[in-house]
């Protein structure tokens, strides 16, 4: 019986997880994966307000065709168990060229 209640605690506490989300844009048509550059997106009071500015279009480089995905990575997800307290969170944005 304790093993099925560790199991369902273990389910309990990933569950969540799974409302991670990934926004995906493409521009032009698309990134082919040639390089990939990564910042990271810092917002306090709950996403309401950005603490620094992420330009997609600068770290595109003048490229006119690349992807910009947005997603609470792993990384994210940890950091923000910590700083959550202070309301501050961390998203992180890649550009594909």
Same mark, same amino acid.
Not at 49 to 68: E, I, K
């Given at each position: 019986?304790?093993?099925? %209640?560790?199991?369902? *605690?273990? +389910?309990?506490? +990933? +569950?969540?997880?799974?409302?991670? @989300?990934?926004? &995906?844009? =493409?521009?032009? &048509?698309?990134? &082919?994966h &040639?390089?990939? =550059?990564?910042?990271? !997106? #810092? #917002?306090? *009071? #709950?996403?309401?307000?950005? +603490? ?5 279009? %600068?770290? %595109?480089?003048? %490229? ?7 997603? #609470? ?5 940890? *950091?923000?168990? @910590?700083?959550s @307290?202070?309301?501050?969170?961390? !998203? ?6």
């Open positions: 019986m304790n093993r099925v %209640a560790c199991s369902i *605690l273990v +389910l309990c506490t +990933l +569950l969540p997880l799974a409302g991670c @989300f990934t926004m &995906t844009h =493409q521009v032009g &048509t698309g990134g &082919t &040639t390089s990939d =550059q990564d910042e990271r !997106q #810092w #917002w306090i *009071l #709950w996403g309401l307000v950005p +603490l620094n500015d992420v330009d997609s279009r %600068a770290m %595109a480089g003048g %490229a006119t065709d690349y992807t910009v995905k947005t997603e #609470w990575s792993p990384i994210d997800v940890i *950091l923000n168990i @910590f700083t @307290f202070v309301t501050v969170y961390s !998203q992180t944005v890649t550009v594909t060229k």
